[in-house]
C-alpha cells in the first residue's frame, strides 16, 4: 500500500518536472524566448552590474506609468542588490516625487519612501512581476526545470518588451499594439528603442539588452534577498555533507567490534 502510495508521488513529481507534462495545460499562447541571466540555477546569483542597467531603464523608460510599491529606495544599497552607494542612492530618490499625507502635498523622496505609484491608467505595479509572470508563462515549465533554469518571469517581461510585431489597432478610441510574447493585442505602446540610453559602464544599449537589464532588475524587486538565500542553501548543503560522512565513519565505527565477533563466530563453526 505504502509503495504505491510512493510511486504515485513519484509519478506525480516527475509529471511536474517535465516540460511538455503539467504545465502545458496552462500554457498561453505567446511566445516566450528563453533568455539567460546571471541568477538562474542553484549558484547563479544577480550581477549587479546588470541590476544597476536595469535601474537605469526602469527610471528612463517605465517608471512614468509603472510604479513599484513595495520597493524602497534605501534597498538599492542592500547587498546582493543593485548597491548603489549611499550618496548615489539619496540623490537618486531625490529624482522622484512621493506624496506626504501629513504635508498633504507632495515632497522630494528620500531613502525610506518607496517608489511611487504614477498611476497611469492601466498599467500595473511592477515589483512582484516577475514572480506574478512566473512558470506558468515561462519556456521552462515547472518543477525541476524552474530550479535549473530559473523561474521564467524575467524571460516573459523581455520577451514582452522586445514582442511587438509593429502592428497597430485603433479601437474605440484606444491605440492597440500586438505582441508575440503576450499573444494578443496590449495597450502598452513599445518604449525600447536603441541607443535610447547611455549606459554608464558602456554597455551598448541594444532593445534586447535593455529588456534583459530591466528584466534582471524587476526579478531582484521580486526577490530582493536571491543571492543571500542561495548563499544559505549552499552552506546547509556542505554541512549536510559533511554531517553524513561523520555519521557514516562513527556507524562503521560503532560496529566494527560486533561485526568482527561476528565474522569470528561464523569461522568458528565452519572450522
Ligand atoms: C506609457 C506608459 C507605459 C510605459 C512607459 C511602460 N508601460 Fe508597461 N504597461 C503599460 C500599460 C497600460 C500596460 C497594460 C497593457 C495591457 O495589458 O494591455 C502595461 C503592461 C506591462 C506589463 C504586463 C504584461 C502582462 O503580462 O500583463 C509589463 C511586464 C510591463 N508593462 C513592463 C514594462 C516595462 C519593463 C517598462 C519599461 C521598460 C514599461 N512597461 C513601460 C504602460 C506602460
Request: glycine fraction near 10%; aromatic fraction near 12%.
Amino acid at each position: 500500500m505504502k509503495l504505491r502510495k510512493l510511486a504515485l508521488a513519484t509519478v506525480a513529481a516527475a509529471a511536474l518536472a517535465l516540460p511538455g507534462g503539467m504545465a502545458e495545460a496552462s500554457k498561453v499562447k505567446g511566445e516566450v524566448t528563453n533568455f539567460d541571466f546571471s541568477f538562474q540555477g542553484p549558484f547563479g546569483s544577480y550581477d549587479r552590474n546588470q541590476l544597476q542597467r536595469g535601474l537605469q531603464v526602469y527610471h528612463n523608460a517605465c517608471a512614468a506609468c509603472h510604479g513599484l510599491q513595495y520597493v524602497a529606495f534605501r534597498t538599492l544599497s542592500d547587498p546582493g542588490g543593485p548597491e548603489l552607494p549611499p550618496d548615489q542612492m539619496r540623490a537618486f530618490a531625490e529624482m522622484y516625487e512621493v506624496w506626504d499625507p501629513d504635508e498633504r502635498d507632495w515632497r522630494t523622496a528620500g531613502p525610506n519612501d518607496r517608489f511611487p505609484d504614477p498611476e497611469f491608467e492601466g498599467a500595473p505595479d511592477l515589483s512582484l512581476m516577475a514572480k506574478a509572470r512566473a512558470g506558468f508563462h515561462g519556456p521552462h515549465g515547472l518543477g525541476i526545470n524552474q530550479l535549473r533554469k530559473g523561474i521564467g518571469g524575467p524571460e516573459y517581461i523581455a520577451s514582452y518588451l522586445v514582442g511587438y510585431t509593429g502592428e497597430e489597432d485603433f479601437q474605440a478610441g484606444s491605440m492597440f499594439y500586438y505582441n508575440k510574447a503576450y499573444g494578443d493585442w496590449v495597450s502598452m505602446a513599445p518604449v525600447l528603442f536603441e541607443d535610447m540610453l547611455d549606459y554608464a559602464d558602456g554597455t551598448p544599449a541594444t532593445e534586447e539588452q535593455m529588456a534583459k537589464d530591466v528584466a534582471a532588475f524587476l526579478m531582484w524587486t521580486a526577490e530582493p534577498h536571491l543571492n543571500s538565500r542561495k548563499n544559505a542553501g549552499l552552506t546547509g548543503v556542505i554541512i549536510l555533507g559533511v554531517l553524513t560522512v561523520l555519521l557514516y565513519l562513527t556507524n562503521k565505527q560503532l560496529w566494527a567490534p560486533i561485526k568482527a565477533r561476528a565474522k569470528a563466530d561464523i569461522k568458528k563453526r565452519k572450522d
